[in-house]
């Protein structure tokens, strides 16, 4: 079992910036993949950015050169760095956790509980 706990969320006014923080506790061994997903009213829950344990990342095209994921390998936290914010990125975010496919198990996605992004125009 992995645990994620998100913080960081609040309210910012368009072009602010806020900093996203996802501390992993538990078997986090298991973990290849980590990344921020985002879920607007009565819209999907999207990729916003993922990173691998080896430091590869991948944005989503609508937060690219303005959203940053980077991540501490020593207190096992992921961390969404995100400047000029714009209205439509209001939403809530979510950390997660991508555990592969291993001998009999099937790969398995944990989730933190989410935190409220609002940016105001």
Avoid: H
């Amino acid at each position: 079992q992995v645990q994620l706990v998100e913080s960081g969320g609040g309210l910012v006014q368009a072009g602010g910036s806020l900093r996203l923080s996802c501390a992993a506790s538990g078997s986090i061994f298991s973990i290849n993949l980590m990344g921020w997903y985002r879920q607007a009213p009565g819209k999907q829950r999207d990729m916003v950015a993922i990173i691998t344990t080896g430091g590869s990342t991948n944005y989503a095209d609508s937060v690219k050169g303005r959203f940053t994921i980077s991540s501490n390998n020593a207190n096992n936290t992921v961390y969404l760095q995100m400047n000029s914010l714009k209205p439509e990125d209001t939403a809530v975010y979510y950390c997660n956790a991508y555990q592969p496919p291993s001998g009999w198990n099937i790969g398995v996605d944990y989730w933190g509980q989410g935190t409220q992004v609002t940016v105001s125009s």
